[in-house]
């Protein structure tokens, strides 16, 4: 079997056993999961504060980044439609800050990539037939090093940073997030393979995967 057809349908499956919590309520625990596990991953002083709903929108707000001045806003109406905006206020005061906006919109046609995937019928082969080369490849390209992605130039320089341009998931691309703006190369590559590991597991079982587990990132680089 084709190595990119098996790649594609784990894929597809890491993000349908991770990242995709059904009910508003299954939601706001992620979010708030999520939000949690920033402290001790990014080694940082406080909390971001909690998840919010209103009308039908949940929100989350991370401004305890390493760099002061920062913040990232998401808002995600459905799992089709979401945004994440990047605040900088720099010590000037400027009338307007500087912003970045990651924009998901359902309405406009993108290639379908489950459906082509269910037309091949070869979901449970490839999940037999999938090597620790082919997990490795599809963790990097979700979460850890997109292929198309932007680098952060300022206000501060770590080429390691990569934000991925092409996702069009939400709470894939907060997770993405939170590995990204981790700054510790152990604790980064720690994470890869525990990721690794995480995902090889819940494919073979077929088991979906609670937030609790998917945040659980262990010590942290400082006391180890």
């Not at 098996?6 to 894929?11: F, H, K, P, S, V």
């Not at 625990?29 to 009308?55: H, M, Q």
């Not at 999938?130 to 130039?153: N, Q, R, T, Y």
């Not at 990721?195 to 979906?208: E, G, K, P, V, Y």
Request: net charge neutral; glycine share 4%.
């Amino acid at each position: 079997m084709d190595k990119d057809i098996i790649r594609a349908y784990l894929w597809q499956e890491i993000i349908r056993l991770a990242f995709s919590p059904s009910s508003t309520k299954e939601q706001k625990t992620w979010l708030a999961l999520y939000a949690k596990s920033l402290k001790n991953f990014w080694e940082v002083g406080t909390y971001p504060d909690n998840p919010r709903e209103y009308k039908g929108r949940l929100s989350i707000m991370i401004d305890n980044l390493f760099v002061p001045n920062i913040c990232f806003e998401c808002t995600i109406e459905s799992m089709q439609k979401f945004s994440v905006r990047c605040v900088y206020e720099n010590d000037h005061k400027v009338m307007h800050p500087y912003m970045l906006l990651h924009d998901m919109d359902g309405q406009d046609f993108d290639f379908p990539r489950q459906t082509f995937l269910t037309c091949c019928g070869k979901g449970k082969v490839a999940r037999k037939k999938f090597s620790d080369d082919d997990i490795e490849a599809v963790v990097d390209g979700l979460l850890l090093h997109p292929a198309v992605h932007m680098h952060v130039e300022s206000p501060f320089d770590y080429h390691e940073i990569r934000l991925g341009t092409g996702i069009d998931n939400p709470f894939q691309y907060l997770f993405h997030l939170r590995y990204q703006l981790c700054l510790f190369n152990e604790k980064r590559q720690a994470e890869r393979v525990r990721l690794i590991t995480l995902f090889s597991d819940a494919i073979r079982s077929q088991s979906r995967i609670p937030p609790n587990s998917l945040m659980d990132s262990g010590t942290s680089h400082r006391s180890s």
